[in-house]
């Protein structure tokens, strides 16, 4: 079900609030799961997973600004205006507190988010994404991509992702795969690709959000991760308090829709951890180790890895 919401970001701002559209993906009661989705795509890919949670787990996606349904308003590229933008949305449509999940930019927006309305996000989760600021080369190549779809008012210049998204087990096992993603990135309206990318150039380094947490994060990887290599979660569950590291195998940076059973557990335990026990739920520091076999594609691929730790 689709709903746009209005930010309201005071009277000052209220000429740039984008519209951002609400997509209610689960049902379920208390505190809900809101997912913010990857860069160059929209709530869609979050379908095959939410689509996996057990009854009782509400999930609701958000189209980021530019995004999917969502328009962009006159808001300049920034990820803090994201996540305040996403943070009153959500607040005007009713949610007090939430378990806020990021893939991957969506994941930028979510550490914005929890760093600057912290009561509202109880717990985190980090989906093929990273802390760190972006290095010189790749700020450029960003400002680079945008200027080429601004300039040409076409989404091609991202296109090449289409190489790079998928690791050597999805193209082997799930070629099938690719013409919905082509199709996704090209739905995306140029405008909100070049916002995004002038956006994530322009992101600060946030690992200090991670440490300061005092809820639990859950950091899910793929392990042929190619965009967002898996040391990069590893760095996050280093600075978490209460964090919990999962890696994929056989996954890349699509993980949620190659293994979408997998990234539905790692959340499915987030959830757990927030609701019976609030913000500073505790969690066990022995390593565990889960096998997913409900999943066709993923029966022959070898346990997923999850590291717990508590400070």
Same mark, same amino acid.
């Given at each position: ?14 000429? /740039? ?15 809900? !799961? ?64 939430? @378990? ?31 802390? *760190?600021? *972006? ?7 960003? !400002? ?73 994060? &859950? @950091?899910?990887?793929? &392990? ?32 949620? @829709? ?16 927030? !609701? ?16 997913? /076999? ?9 346990? !997923? ?7």
């Amino acid at each position: 079900m689709l709903h746009l919401a209005e930010a309201d970001l005071g009277s000052a701002f209220k000429m /740039s609030t984008p519209k951002l559209a609400i997509h209610e993906l689960h049902d379920g009661g208390g505190v809900p !799961v809101v997912l913010l989705h990857p860069f160059p795509f929209d709530s869609r890919v979050w379908a095959p997973m939410a689509l996996a949670l057990p009854w009782g787990i509400r999930a609701i996606a958000v189209d980021l600004p530019g995004f999917g349904k969502s328009d962009l308003g006159s808001l300049a590229p920034s990820v803090d205006l994201a996540a305040d933008a996403v943070y009153e949305a959500l607040t005007a449509y009713g949610v007090g507190n939430a @378990i806020v999940v990021g893939w991957s930019m969506g994941g930028y927006v979510a550490l914005a988010l929890a760093e600057r309305h912290p009561g509202f996000v109880s717990g985190l989760g980090l989906v093929g994404s990273k802390a *760190d600021a *972006d290095d010189e080369t790749t700020v450029a190549n960003r !400002v680079r991509i945008a200027r080429e779809v601004e300039m040409g008012q076409t989404v091609q210049p991202v296109m090449a992702l289409l190489g790079q998204i998928l690791g050597p087990t999805s193209l082997a096992r799930r070629r099938a795969l690719l013409p919905t993603i082509e199709a996704w990135i090209r739905s995306q309206h140029p405008s909100g690709i070049v916002w995004a990318q002038r956006a994530m150039a322009r992101r600060p380094d946030r690992s200090h959000v991670i440490a300061a947490f005092p809820g639990p994060v &859950a @950091i899910i990887a793929g &392990a042929e991760d190619l965009l967002s290599p898996v040391h990069f979660s590893q760095e996050m569950h280093q600075h978490a308090q209460n964090g919990h590291l999962t890696v994929v195998p056989g996954a890349s940076h699509l993980l949620a @829709i190659e293994d979408p059973a997998a990234v539905a557990q790692a959340i499915v335990d987030l959830h757990a951890q927030v !609701v019976p026990h609030g913000r500073n739920a505790q969690t066990s520091s022995i390593p565990k180790v889960r096998k997913f /076999s409900g999943h066709p594609v993923s029966r022959s691929i070898p346990a !997923v890895t999850r590291r717990s730790k508590t400070r």
